[in-house]
């Protein structure tokens, strides 16, 4: 027997073929969400088609792990939806075939999925996060492609502002400029006025020469007679000028050194080195945060004692103040003392306490800012320690969701299975992503915030799996319609039409006989149960045992409506549609039995008397 059936093939074929088209469709959406969040940084840089490509490249290795859950949700969804749809399920289960069956084959390949993502995650996106992040902040750095608007000043060159009244597109005229060059500082600016003039770019694109023609230019001699009245300046008219102002419009990368201390840049060895060092590198420096502390005027002792740093041994001493040296406990009185004070000597005293508890309050601050930082970038390490294990396990929880889900709905293509795909990742991205902040703000464990979105999909995928498994009509529409209308007792109507082809003909001296057992058994009920009264409603609301009387009377009304509908007879129809249909299992039933019995009776005298006419003859 060979351990590979062509029903494996089959069924790997399907999937494999759909997660190719799906990958590269999921990888595409999660990657114009990202490119959208930098879009604005970006645009208008100059940057050349290589450096683009590699942005696209790296951003993509990024956004692999993210990608491919969703592309394993929306394979499976599809690929299932479409054997449910071609009737494949049907007749692998008619074979005998159970659905675990057919989904082992994909669970083998979505294991290997899920360790590839782990693999990936742990050994290449490292290297592509740092090489995205070096891009990122060089292409951020990088000065922009000059487009100078027209009627506002433009300040987009360092330490240039310039006016162009307007500009020929076609030949790259400027006319009716306006140029403030604040190189040598605001006292000492440069004024340009010109009517004409063309910007160009360097050779070695670290310049800018404007060509300026027909204009003056004013400067000042003497920054430092500002304040002055009068203050010397240089006025020049000139045909011809060209001014070279600095502007770097070059792509520097920056050293990839800068970027290997990021918690994404790290495969789980060095995160937990990393989380090591730091967790020891932040109590030392707590501890030592701790002993300034005690060692301050902040602390307080319950003894008159003070508390100094011994610089040659490291080590926290215990003094006596000098200035209490001789003086008691009970005795001292920092009020009466301050109250002898002289008015001056007070304000220099409440002066002097309020800076120095303004320098201990600020400099509480800054050593609280530090720890709170270094717990965010300890608990930034956790997450993304944890974070290759949760992603990679998406991998298989999202088959568990999509597989049985695509059984039980039997729909294919790119509808019904996009739209539920998209629902479900949202669901999970919402959860996650939330399990994340709150994790990383320190408000529950990183572990449990950064696992709360597979504590919550996993449920699911086994409910789904189970339903799937067992035929569950858990999608379907008229189960649920059929619940609701049990629930509040809505009924459908009888439509009864005369039948073209009748092959027996109904027997009506002996349906005239049950239909007078009808009437009697409806009459009798009637006779018994009072519904008004309310014991008797409190106990057909609350009684769990079935009414076999109303049974029996709804079986006998639904046989006699079976067999006079095979009847020609249009009074007879006519009637049959007027026959109500018994709710015997709705919470309402207290309320509408009796009016229901009434018109049973009603309908079943006029069908008795039309059935004795028929049978007479």
Aim: aromatic share 12%; proline share 3%; hydrophobic share 45%.
């Amino acid at each position: 027997m060979r351990f590979i059936k062509r029903l494996d093939i089959f069924v790997v074929k399907n999937f494999l073929t759909l997660f190719a088209g799906t990958f590269c469709i999921s990888l595409f959406v999660v990657m114009m969400q990202f490119l959208w969040r930098y879009v604005d940084e970006l645009i208008g840089k100059g940057l050349s088609m290589m450096v683009l490509a590699k942005f696209l490249f790296y951003s993509g290795e990024t956004l692999v792990p993210l990608a491919l859950p969703l592309a394993i949700l929306l394979a499976s969804l599809i690929s299932f939806g479409n054997m449910g749809e071609r009737l494949e399920l049907l007749s692998m289960k008619a074979a005998g075939i159970p659905l675990i069956r057919v989904l082992s084959p994909l669970i083998g390949v979505n294991v290997l999925l899920a360790l590839a993502s782990f693999y990936f995650q742990d050994n290449i996106m490292p290297r592509s996060e740092v090489k995205l992040r070096q891009l990122l902040f060089s292409m951020r750095a990088k000065s922009p492609e000059l487009d100078i608007p027209e009627g506002v000043f433009y300040d987009g060159i360092q330490s240039v502002n310039m006016f162009v009244d307007h500009k020929d597109k076609e030949t790259g005229m400027l006319y009716g400029l306006i140029i403030y060059n604040l190189k040598d500082g605001v006292n000492n600016a440069h004024i340009i006025l010109a009517d004409s003039g063309r910007l160009v770019t360097s050779y070695d694109k670290m310049h800018l020469l404007l060509h300026l023609w027909n204009g003056e230019q004013f400067e000042n001699l003497n920054s430092a007679a500002v304040q002055a009245r009068n203050v010397p300046y240089r006025r020049e008219t000139f045909v011809a000028k060209d001014v070279l102002i600095d502007f770097d419009t070059n792509f520097n990368l920056v050293e990839e050194e800068n970027f290997k201390d990021n918690e994404g840049a790290k495969n789980i060895a060095h995160l937990l080195t990393s989380i090591d060092s730091l967790e020891n590198y932040y109590d030392s420096v707590g501890l030592s945060f701790y002993d300034d502390m005690r060692c301050g005027p902040l602390f307080m002792s319950n003894t008159a004692m003070a508390r100094r740093r011994n610089f040659e041994t490291g080590q926290v001493e215990n003094i006596a103040p000098k200035d209490l040296k001789h003086v008691k406990n009970d005795t001292l009185s920092v009020d009466s003392m301050f109250d002898r004070l002289d008015v001056a000597t007070r304000q220099r005293a409440v002066f002097s306490a309020i800076q120095k508890t303004n320098m201990l309050q600020m400099d509480t601050n800054y050593k609280g800012d530090i720890m709170d930082w270094g717990n965010v970038n300890i608990r930034r390490h956790w997450i993304a320690f944890w974070q290759k294990f949760t992603m990679s396990l998406s991998c298989l929880l999202f088959f568990f969701i999509g597989a049985p889900l695509g059984a039980i709905i039997r729909k294919g293509g790119l509808g019904m299975p996009v739209v539920i795909s998209v629902i479900i990742f949202i669901f999970y991205y919402i959860i996650n992503n939330s399990g994340m902040k709150v994790g990383r703000e320190g408000s529950i464990p990183v572990w449990f915030g950064m696992w709360v979105s597979t504590f919550v999909m996993a449920p699911l995928g086994v409910f789904f799996t189970v339903k799937s498994n067992n035929d569950s009509v858990v999608f379907n529409k008229d189960a649920y319609v059929s619940a609701l209308r049990r629930l509040w007792g809505i009924r459908q109507k009888r439509n009864i039409t005369r039948k073209e082809v009748i092959i027996n003909d109904p027997d009506y001296a002996i349906l005239s006989i049950i239909l007078g057992n009808v009437i009697t058994e409806c009459q009798a009920f009637r006779k018994t149960h009072r519904f008004f009264h309310l014991p008797e409603v409190l106990r057909l609301v609350f009684s769990k045992k079935r009414d076999h009387q109303v049974e029996q009377i709804d079986s006998a009304v639904e046989y006699l409506v079976d067999e006079l509908s095979n009847s020609k007879d249009k009074q007879i129809l006519l009637q049959l549609n007027r026959m109500p249909v018994l709710d015997i299992y709705s919470f309402r039933y207290y309320r509408r039995i009796r009016r229901d019995l009434k018109q049973v009776i009603r309908t079943s005298e006029i069908l008795k008397l039309r059935c004795e006419e028929l049978a007479d003859g």
